[in-house]
């Protein structure tokens, strides 16, 4: 069993920054496809980037690409998505999850790929 916590959430002006973390307790993260997935109140939860076991393959969301970069520390058990040039439209929870299937389906964005899912960590941007 794979136990997720984020951290790095708050409340910023448009035009900043933040940094997620995702931290991993009860298995190591090592072998599992790690995504970022976000919710805004009233909406379904989204996909917002993924990253391999390896962190040799990225994905992202078409909203985000280019502004926000995701990447893991194996050593660490840890997952990080920086978010720059944020926008209040990119208010919302955001959730880590981890899982296997990714590896089979090819898809990283797909909420049914990932087994394990963190509680989420708010974040919101005033304009």
């Known amino acids: 069993q794979v136990q997720l916590a984020e951290s790095g959430g708050g409340l910023v002006q448009a035009g900043g920054s933040l940094r997620l973390s995702c931290a991993a307790s009860g298995r190591t993260l090592r072998n599992y496809a790690m995504g970022w997935f976000r919710q805004a109140p009233g909406k379904e939860r989204e996909f917002v980037a993924a990253i391999s076991w390896s962190g040799g393959s990225t994905y992202y969301a078409d909203s985000v690409k280019g502004r926000f970069t995701i990447s893991r520390d194996n050593a660490k058990d840890t997952v990080y998505l920086q978010l720059n040039s944020l926008k209040p439209e990119d208010t919302a929870v955001y959730y880590c999850?981890?899982?296997?299937?990714?590896?089979?389906?090819?898809?990283?964005?797909?909420?049914?790929?990932?087994?394990?899912w963190g509680q989420g960590t708010q974040v919101t941007v005033s304009s």
């Open positions: 999850a981890a899982g296997l299937r990714p590896y089979v389906t090819g898809s990283y964005s797909r909420k049914d790929g990932y087994d394990y």
